[in-house]
């Protein structure tokens, strides 16, 4: 009698953790809730390389020679989200791509970290192999899983001059935790390990978890600003830790809100100014 119970128990156990991979491996596709022509931008619809499905994109040219950016929104955001923010890196001059991340388009799962940095490099090949762009000062916005990306992609490619790093974290584990206790409502760190393990096993093949810990070391010599915001305490406690780790060119700023998906007002604007002050600062010669 013993043992049948303990199969249905761990059977029911892995049946759950199962699901919660599965939910946050595929937020859903997010609807695109402008474009840039709502902001009078040129655009180029471009793809990013991403696997078996390719990331959609713009290309939004600026000045001949100057500074590239790459936008990278968060989790269960789309390119869309960094429209405001483009229209003023834009007025400053700056060539910009801007994409949506894995898991906000129609069937594509996200990975959390894992595979997104190889998507960064990518865009960060895209943005340099476009003639109107300086190949040679490169600039990445991220949030959260693209804070990531943008950190670890950085540390390959010298290129990469200026980031700001917006809820970012180290470890897909940290994320996984975050997500489980801001989407479930559950702050367990047994659930948490037990969700780890089973995403680790769904994505182990073809060597996923190679990229180990950050080097701080290989982004000592970038400018990075790391963001947090009241909205993600979480995700601000771990942007400190990274922070902490990173010598000497770092600067840290709190806002009340954090990149989310919906921003409006003076929040969304103060943010924006922000941003585009850094990069004015940091990347034009």
């Not at 049948?4 to 599965?22: F, H, M, Q, S, W």
């Not at 340099?128 to 990445?140: C, H, V």
């Not at 990075?224 to 942007?239: D, M, P, S, T, V």
Request: proline letters at 5%; hydrophobic letters at 45%.
């Amino acid at each position: 009698m013993v043992l049948p119970a303990a199969i249905i128990l761990i059977a029911g156990a892995l049946a759950i953790l199962g699901v919660l991979v599965y939910k946050l491996s595929y937020p859903g596709a997010v609807q695109e809730t402008a474009n840039p022509s709502h902001y009078l931008l040129p655009s180029l619809e471009v793809t990013v390389p991403a696997g078996k499905k390719d990331l959609p994109g713009w290309w939004i040219p600026g000045l001949k020679s100057a500074p590239g950016i790459i936008l990278a929104p968060g989790y269960g955001m789309s390119r869309s989200d960094a429209l405001s923010l483009a229209a003023a890196l834009h007025e400053a001059g700056f060539n910009l791509l801007v994409y949506t991340p894995r898991g906000s388009t129609e069937k594509s799962a996200s990975t959390l970290g894992l595979r997104e940095t190889a998507d960064m490099l990518e865009a960060i090949k895209l943005v340099q192999g476009r003639p109107e762009s300086n190949r040679e000062r490169l600039g990445i916005w991220g949030v959260d899983v693209g804070a990531n990306a943008a950190l670890r992609a950085a540390a390959e490619c010298k290129e990469v001059r200026a980031i700001i790093a917006d809820s970012a974290f180290e470890s897909v584990a940290d994320f996984l935790g975050y997500k489980i206790a801001e989407d479930f409502g559950v702050d367990s760190r047994i659930l948490q390990l037990g969700t780890y393990q089973i995403f680790r096993l769904a994505h182990i093949a073809g060597g996923a978890f190679k990229g180990g810990a950050l080097d701080p070391q290989a982004l000592s010599d970038r400018t990075i600003l790391f963001i947090k915001g009241e909205n993600r305490q979480g995700l601000g406690n771990l942007a400190t830790a990274i922070y902490d780790k990173i010598q000497p060119q770092k600067e840290m700023i709190s806002f009340k809100t954090a990149r989310v998906r919906v921003m409006s007002g003076e929040d969304l604007r103060s943010y924006d100014r922000h941003v585009t002050n850094f990069f004015h600062l940091n990347l034009r010669n």
